[in-house]
C-alpha cells in the first residue's frame, strides 16, 4: 500500500527566526561575538520547527523536522489504536513545538500551528497529536492500515 506524506508550516517561526537573524548579525557586528553566537543558537531552535513532515506508511507515523530529520518521532504501526483529524489549538498541547513525553506523561504533541492535525490514540492509553495539512487524509491512511488483516 502506497504511503502518504503531509507537512505543516509555521509563519510565525519563519519570522521569529528571521529577526533573531538580524538581532545575532547586528550584536555581532557591534562587538559581542558570544551574545550573538547565543542568538544564532535561538535561530537554529526556531528553524527546526519551521515545518514538520510526516509520513505514514506500512511501518507507522514517523514525524521529522529540520534538514537533518531531527528530531523525529517514529510510532509503530502496532502501537496505534486509531487515528482522528482534528482542530489543534496550541494552548491545550502546551505551546509550540515538541510537547510532554508519550514515555513520561503517556501524552505528546508536536505543534507548529494552530489548525488540522492528527491525534493518534495508542496502546496503554498514550496519545500523540500533530500538526498537519490534510489531517483528513493522514488519519484514512493510518486507519486503512489497522483495518488491514495481519
Do not use: Q
Not at 25 to 31: E, F
Amino acid at each position: 500500500m502506497e504511503g502518504w506524506t503531509g507537512t505543516a508550516r509555521s509563519a510565525w517561526f519563519v519570522v521569529l527566526a528571521g529577526c533573531d537573524l538580524v538581532i545575532a548579525v547586528a550584536i555581532t557586528g557591534a562587538g559581542h561575538p558570544a551574545a550573538g553566537a547565543l542568538m544564532l543558537a535561538v535561530v537554529a531552535a526556531f528553524a527546526l520547527f519551521v515545518e514538520v513532515r510526516v509520513i505514514v506508511d506500512d511501518d507507522g507515523l514517523h514525524v521529522r523536522t529540520g534538514p537533518l530529520a531531527w528530531p523525529s518521532v517514529t510510532i509503530p504501526i502496532e502501537e496505534i489504536e486509531a487515528a482522528t483529524a482534528i482542530d489543534v489549538r496550541p494552548w491545550r498541547w502546551g505551546g509550540w513545538g515538541y510537547r510532554g513525553s508519550l514515555r513520561l506523561f503517556s501524552r505528546a504533541a508536536w505543534v507548529v500551528r494552530a489548525g488540522p492535525g492528527l491525534r493518534l490514540d495508542l496502546t496503554r492509553g498514550r496519545r500523540f497529536v500533530v500538526t498537519v495539512d490534510d489531517a483528513d487524509a493522514g488519519a484514512a491512511a493510518i486507519s486503512a492500515r489497522l483495518r488491514r488483516p495481519g
